[in-house]
């Protein structure tokens, strides 16, 4: 999705934590608004906020267990899907 992250988020394991993860996604979303080059339309916005407890609470729960599988491709293109419609 080539969301601009900072370098040290980008480089530091440490840094990756959920706040900066989501973080990076709106502040990517308001440059590209403030550019006017945002590809998504107005509504496609406010799906990414109402599917981001979504998210946040699978990535959470993953880290809770420990568990070391990624996110299922079809997951992600479930919620993006969803986004999309």
Same mark, same amino acid.
């Given at each position: 999705?080539?969301?601009?992250v ?8 440490n ?11 709106d502040?990517?979303?308001k440059?590209?608004? /403030? &550019?006017? =080059?945002?590809?998504i339309?107005?509504a496609?916005? %406010? $799906? @990414? ?10 990535f959470?729960s ?6 070391? /599988? &990624?996110? =299922?491709?079809?997951s992600?293109?479930?919620?993006? %899907? $969803? @986004?999309?419609?």
């Amino acid at each position: 999705m080539r969301i601009p992250v900072p370098i040290d988020f980008a480089l530091d394991d440490n840094t990756k934590q959920l706040k900066n993860c989501t973080d990076a996604i709106d502040a990517a979303v308001k440059l590209h608004q /403030a &550019a006017e =080059s945002l590809v998504i339309d107005p509504a496609q916005v %406010k $799906s @990414i906020e109402t599917h981001m407890a979504s998210i946040v609470g699978n990535f959470v729960s993953r880290e809770a267990t420990g568990s070391t /599988a &990624a996110f =299922s491709a079809a997951s992600l293109l479930g919620v993006l %899907k $969803s @986004i999309d419609d």
